[in-house]
């Protein structure tokens, strides 16, 4: 199982490098992390509808798949327009720097999400034949979409940071932290589990695997952090920032597995799919990414270079 999960680990990371570094040659469009995100977010909204089906919150498919897809949308405009309108500028003409831009472009996908939460109920009503199942499936809609397209939105959001490489960095070092954070708490707790971390939400995970992946999740996000200064030359956080980086975003990325952990729990299911050897399903794999990535922009808008 440990060499399952980490081959498939390894090939899954190398799969992400591969598409960031050669869309870098697509700049500033970036079409191959479009899909890459595009069928990522469409299995993960997959799953969470079949999981949510099991229960009272019975999700609208069309109204989930459609809500993620405007969301997903709603995050890439921006930067789209953003760009079209700077090469389309009179040669000479400089538009001006926005310092609050990495803040500015949320407010597409809040409005859009605005008018989704609008959208679903009116479309329930539409549907409305009897009392008892109305609300459970508008509440299970709107979890769906937030949990999958509003959290999973900020993992676009990271490719359009400001900097050299176009956000690459970042999105380098929020993968190190979660992923690092994975490994380090199912490797250490396998080896050195103890005391049961959170058992009603997860019987498996300890508290020294919680710490393990913490030390993981810093360890790579150094080891990253020093690739970028001595081999790319590129500027990136500070040895004591790249370190609270790790500290918080591997936090998150623990946070946001024991939250699927409970989402699983609740539709009593082992794993949201089997399609990932080794891990369970799509949103086995992200779960830690969508509660990772909301923290690691945050944290960049603040501190980054």
Known sequence: MLATRLATGLTLVAIFLAVLGLDEFLSPWFPLWLITVVLAITACSREIIALLGATTAKPSAGAVYGGVMVLIVAHWAPHVVNEVERMSAPIGVNIPHDPLAAVSVMAWPLCAFVAIVMATFIGASLRYRRSGTTMAGIAGTILAISYVGLLGGFIIQMRWLEGRFHGLIP?????????????????????????????????????????????????????????CRYLLHAPTLSWIKAIGFGVVVSTAAQLGDLMESMIKR???????????????????????????????YGYWVLFGP
């Open 266 to 296: 609740d539709c009593e299911q082992k794993d949201a799919s089997n399609t990932v050897p080794g891990f369970g399903g799509v949103l086995d794999v992200l779960d830690s990414l969508l509660f990772a990535a909301p923290v690691a």
């Open 171 to 227: 999105l380098a070092l929020l993968v190190a932290a979660s992923k690092g954070a994975d490994t380090g708490a199912y490797t250490i707790g396998r080896i050195a589990g103890r005391h049961k971390l959170w058992p009603e939400l997860s019987p498996n995970k300890t508290i020294e695997g919680a710490v393990g992946g913490t030390l993981f999740g810093v360890g790579f996000v150094l080891i990253v952090t020093a690739a």
